[in-house]
C-alpha cells in the first residue's frame, strides 16, 4: 500500500549527504547545508558522479539566489540562501499535487522500476553489475537517495539506448574546484556560472524547477534534463533502501520516459 499523504521537501527534510571538517557524516536538509557550510569538508556521496552533481546542484542555487550577477562574499550568500530558499520552497517539494522538484506529469502513467533513475542498479540491457538485484524490481529507494539520482540526470544521462535521444551532454569533461570546506567549492562553482551567463550576454533566469523559469535563461540550460520522471508515491511500510541502507518509506515505481 502506498502513502497518498507523504510529503518530502529538500529544504526541510534531510537527504544531502556530507562529511565534517572532524570526520563525521550525515544527511542535511539545503537550509543546514548552507548555515553551515564553512564546517563541512564535503558531500559525502560514494558514487563520483552524484558528488559532483551534488556540487553543481549548491553552486545553482547559491547563484539563482544572488540578486544580480555579481557573487557576493560567502558570509553574504550564507544570509541570503536561507531566506531565498523560504520564499521558493514550493520548488522544491517531492511529492503532493503541487509543482515537483524535477517531475514532469507527462511520466505520470508511466510504471518502470525504480532502478532506471541509476546507472550502478541493472535495468534492460545494463546487465554488467557488482549489484546483484533483478530488472523486475522488488526492491525501494527512499527519497533522500531518488533526489540524488534526479540531480544526476542532467548531467550524466547515458546515450544510445534503445528509444532515448541523446542527453545534452554525451561527452566531456567536468571538473570542480578542490577546496578546504564546502563553503569554497559553492562558492567557487556559482562564480563560474555568474562569470560565463555575463561574459556571454545570457540572462541569468530561473532553473527548470522554478515555478516561472525563464525561457533561453543560462540556470535554464544547465538544469535541463533529457528524461521526463514522476516519482510515484512511497510505500506506506518501512523498509531498508537499497542503495544507502537506511530505513524508510521507499518509492518502487517511477515514471521514466525519454524527453522530446
Known sequence: MTNANYQFSLVKDPWLPVLFNNGTQDRLTLLEVFDCAEEIRSVAAPNPLDRFALLRFLAIVAAWSCPSQTLPRWQEICS?????????????????????????????????????????????????????VTDEGGYGICPGCCTVALLRLPVF???????????PRPTGTYAFAHTECLAEAISWGASRILQIASTTNTPLGDPVWSSNPQPSGFLEKLTMSPRWVWLHDPSSNIKPCLMCGNSSQLITPVGYVPAP
Not at 502513467?109 to 546487465?127: A, Q, R, S, W, Y
Not at 544521462?157 to 542527453?167: D, I
Open 80 to 132: 541570503g540562501v536561507p531566506s531565498f530558499l523560504e520564499q521558493h520552497m514550493q520548488c522544491f517539494n517531492l511529492f503532493g499535487d503541487g509543482p515537483r522538484f524535477y517531475q514532469d506529469a507527462a511520466a505520470k502513467n508511466k510504471n518502470d522500476t525504480v532502478g532506471k533513475l541509476f546507472h550502478e542498479i541493472p535495468t534492460g540491457t545494463n546487465i554488467a553489475h557488482f549489484m546483484h
Open 157 to 167: 544521462s547515458t546515450v544510445g539506448g534503445k528509444g532515448y535521444s541523446p542527453s
